[in-house]
């Protein structure tokens, strides 16, 4: 009896997955599993081509975030969406074959050398020698293997893709910042965060033949293989993982070094022997379970299509504490466990309840938004008492503090973070421009109930609107997402055919405005960190003020 294939539909909708991959290495090929399960997903293999039927959704894996053995596999699922297409594909399924294989405890030893006699005393396992060039070749051979596309998929295709890769950095990014009374403090961050981003035909880290630095094939599988020893290299068993930072012949760490962004650092003002170098160890160390870096990301995904977004996690070993032992008898413990529990348990453990309530709040924030919307669109809603007229309209007025608020806000982080240098005179500096902009940033928002207070109060956002307005890409942004939102709200109303292509093309356009808009606004970050501009910025606020004060 033959079967029939039939031809994938289009869809009206899209199931947009995100996927955060615990760590733990006891269990890394269920994780490989859990993984394979999403790419066959993405693929329309199977159960999932009934999926995407019954909801018209197309199911697209666009966000992960891993670490240890979980960061692995996110590697691997990333690089097997990336590099598959509707007709050639890099099966997941022969990814698992690293775990059974390469897994081999015999095989990750320390081998002995006639010449040395003994390892380098670094580890047990060999990280480097083994364990990178196994995962370099699992990763060339997915290349050359590559298998025509199965001609019963129902592919999602897809442009954009992030995978963030926790890393422990042993030497930690020092940060200086100051308290309310203006003392300066040094922290150290030892948590680093390795974000590839896919960007189809503009940025693709997992395309080994897309080199715009003129690295070779082999320095993206070296450089993907490397990035996988970083986050899982557990410290006794694998070694520490050295990256150069300032070596132009080193492609492969130049690439975890833009991944990283690792020389955005204080760095010591003589380069050590041998240059400036960081050194890693297993990312789940201080980062098990990297929730946060997928919500974040959530928020700036454009839809060209009614979006319905899911966020899973694969946790291969959930806590159960209510049941245990310990919770039910609750043991006064001896001076062993208690150093146990200092230096190997409690340190070492990550709830995800901070995490789950940021998912709570964001949820939240979302549903307030489109409740005052709702409220805002409705024909019923109550206008503002005008009673009081004054020079600007009281929409207008809101609307230009919103404006200066959000400028405000942005652009105070980026001028500190550029004035933070070692002298004494310079911190003071600083310190004077962060009180003038606090004192302006009251001034102008501040709400006066005077009625000739106000209507003084009402030209201040006027001359500062008129420097900022070309400048406000956030706004054009939030304009674009609201548009195509309204777009994918007449899409789901079953238009017509022809209303819906239509639709479809507009959406499409809207989401190219919003890439253009998302480079120009990385483009106004950077100028904004420019000590001229930033200079311009405050000299415009000082003469602002002097002015209010002559009146």
Same mark, same amino acid.
């Given at each position: 009896?033959?079967?029939?294939?039939?031809r994938?539909?289009?869809f009206?909708?899209?199931?947009?997955?995100?996927?955060?991959?615990?760590? /733990?290495?006891?269990l890394?090929i269920?994780?490989? /599993?859990?993984c394979?399960?999403?790419?066959?997903?993405v693929?329309?293999?199977?159960?999932?081509?009934?999926?995407?039927?019954?909801?018209?959704?197309?199911?697209?894996?666009?966000?992960?975030?891993?670490?240890?053995?979980?960061?692995?596999?996110?590697?691997?699922?990333?690089?097997?969406? $990336?590099n598959?297409s509707?007709?050639?594909?890099? =099966?997941?399924?022969? @990814?698992?074959?690293?775990?059974?294989?390469? !897994?081999?405890?015999? +095989?990750?030893?320390?081998?002995?050398?006639?010449?040395?006699?003994?390892?380098?005393?670094?580890?047990?396992?060999?990280?480097?020698?083994?364990?990178?060039n196994?995962?370099?070749?699992?990763?060339e051979?997915?290349?050359?293997?590559?298998?025509?596309?199965p001609?019963d998929?129902?592919?999602?295709?897809?442009?954009?893709l992030?995978?963030?890769?926790? !890393?422990?950095?042993?030497?930690?990014?020092?940060?200086?910042?100051?308290?309310? $009374?203006?003392?300066?403090?040094?922290l &150290?961050?030892?948590?680093?965060? @390795?974000?590839?981003?896919?960007?189809?035909?503009?940025?693709e880290?997992?395309?080994?033949n897309?080199?715009?630095n003129?690295?070779?094939?082999?320095d993206?599988?070296?450089?993907?293989?490397?990035?996988?020893r970083?986050t899982?290299?557990?410290?006794?068993?694998?070694p520490?993982?050295?990256?150069?930072l300032?070596?132009?012949?080193?492609?492969?760490d130049?690439?975890?070094?833009?991944?990283?962004?690792? &020389?955005?650092?204080?760095?010591?003002e003589?380069?050590?022997? /041998?240059g400036?170098?960081?050194?890693?160890v297993?990312?789940?160390?201080?980062d098990n379970?990297?929730?946060?870096?997928?919500?974040?990301?959530?928020y700036?995904?454009?839809?060209y299509?009614?979006?319905? %977004?899911?966020?899973?996690?694969? =946790?291969?070993?959930?806590?159960?504490?209510?049941?245990?032992q310990?919770?039910?008898?609750?043991?006064?413990p001896?001076v062993?466990?208690?150093?146990?529990e200092?230096?190997?348990?409690m340190?070492?453990?990550?709830?995800? *309840?901070?995490?789950?309530?940021l998912?709570?709040d964001?949820?939240?924030?979302?549903?307030?938004y489109?409740?005052?919307?709702?409220?805002?669109? *409705?024909?019923? @809603?109550?206008?503002?008492?005008?009673s009081?007229?004054t020079?600007?309209?009281?929409?207008?007025?809101i609307?230009?503090r919103?404006?200066?608020?959000?400028?405000?806000?942005?652009?105070?982080?980026?001028?500190?973070r550029?004035?933070q240098?070692?002298?004494?005179?310079?911190?003071?500096e600083?310190l004077?421009?962060?009180?003038?902009? =606090?004192?302006?940033?009251?001034?102008?928002?501040?709400?006066? $109930?005077?009625?000739e207070?106000?209507k003084?109060? =009402?030209?201040?956002?006027?001359?500062?609107?008129?420097?900022?307005?070309?400048?406000?890409?956030d706004?054009?942004l %939030? +304009?674009?997402?609201y548009?195509?939102?309204?777009?994918?709200?007449?899409?789901?109303?079953?238009?017509?055919?022809?209303e819906?292509?239509?639709?479809?093309s507009?959406?499409?356009?809207?989401?190219?405005?919003?890439?253009?808009?998302?480079?120009?606004k990385m483009?106004?970050?950077?100028?904004?960190?420019?000590?001229?501009?930033?200079?311009?910025f405050?000299?415009?606020? *000082?003469?602002?003020?002097?002015n209010q *004060?002559?009146?």
């Amino acid at each position: 009896m033959s079967s029939q294939n039939f031809r994938k539909p289009e869809f009206s909708r899209e199931l947009r997955l995100g996927l955060v991959v615990y760590g /733990g290495v006891s269990l890394a090929i269920y994780m490989n /599993g859990v993984c394979r399960e999403f790419y066959n997903a993405v693929r329309g293999r199977g159960i999932y081509k009934l999926v995407k039927a019954l909801t018209d959704s197309d199911i697209i894996v666009d966000i992960l975030s891993g670490t240890s053995a979980g960061g692995i596999n996110g590697v691997l699922l990333s690089y097997a969406l $990336t590099n598959s297409s509707q007709d050639e594909v890099i =099966d997941f399924e022969n @990814f698992a074959q690293i775990w059974r294989e390469n !897994g081999n405890i015999r +095989k990750l030893m320390h081998q002995p050398s006639i010449s040395q006699g003994k390892n380098d005393g670094e580890s047990i396992l060999d990280g480097k020698g083994y364990y990178q060039n196994a995962l370099a070749k699992a990763f060339e051979q997915g290349q050359s293997n590559k298998k025509k596309a199965p001609s019963d998929e129902w592919v999602s295709s897809f442009n954009e893709l992030d995978l963030f890769v926790t !890393g422990t950095d042993v030497v930690g990014r020092v940060d200086t910042v100051f308290d309310d $009374t203006g003392r300066v403090i040094d922290l &150290k961050d030892h948590r680093t965060i @390795f974000h590839l981003k896919h960007r189809q035909g503009r940025k693709e880290p997992f395309n080994p033949n897309f080199n715009p630095n003129n690295s070779t094939v082999q320095d993206t599988y070296q450089a993907l293989a490397k990035l996988c020893r970083i986050t899982s290299c557990f410290p006794v068993a694998f070694p520490v993982v050295t990256v150069e930072l300032d070596n132009p012949s080193n492609q492969v760490d130049a690439k975890l070094v833009e991944w990283g962004i690792l &020389k955005n650092r204080k760095l010591p003002e003589t380069p050590p022997t /041998g240059g400036y170098q960081l050194h890693f160890v297993d990312g789940g160390v201080l980062d098990n379970r990297p929730f946060s870096y997928t919500i974040k990301e959530m928020y700036y995904r454009a839809d060209y299509y009614p979006v319905e %977004r899911k966020l899973f996690y694969i =946790d291969p070993s959930p806590d159960n504490f209510a049941g245990s032992q310990k919770f039910n008898q609750m043991p006064k413990p001896d001076v062993w466990e208690v150093i146990q529990e200092s230096l190997l348990g409690m340190p070492t453990y990550e709830s995800i *309840s901070n995490d789950l309530g940021l998912i709570k709040d964001r949820n939240q924030k979302i549903q307030r938004y489109h409740s005052l919307l709702a409220d805002a669109e *409705s024909p019923l @809603f109550a206008k503002a008492d005008n009673s009081q007229q004054t020079t600007l309209p009281v929409e207008t007025g809101i609307y230009w503090r919103s404006r200066m608020i959000s400028l405000r806000d942005r652009t105070l982080p980026l001028v500190l973070r550029m004035s933070q240098v070692s002298s004494t005179k310079s911190y003071q500096e600083i310190l004077n421009k962060q009180v003038l902009l =606090d004192k302006i940033a009251k001034l102008l928002t501040q709400h006066i $109930t005077e009625p000739e207070k106000r209507k003084n109060n =009402d030209i201040i956002p006027q001359d500062p609107s008129q420097q900022i307005s070309n400048l406000d890409i956030d706004y054009a942004l %939030r +304009k674009h997402f609201y548009i195509v939102k309204k777009v994918c709200q007449l899409m789901n109303q079953e238009p017509s055919l022809s209303e819906y292509k239509m639709l479809q093309s507009l959406a499409l356009r809207l989401g190219r405005h919003i890439k253009l808009l998302e480079v120009l606004k990385m483009a106004l970050t950077k100028l904004l960190n420019h000590p001229q501009v930033s200079q311009s910025f405050y000299d415009m606020i *000082s003469c602002f003020q002097t002015n209010q *004060s002559s009146e």
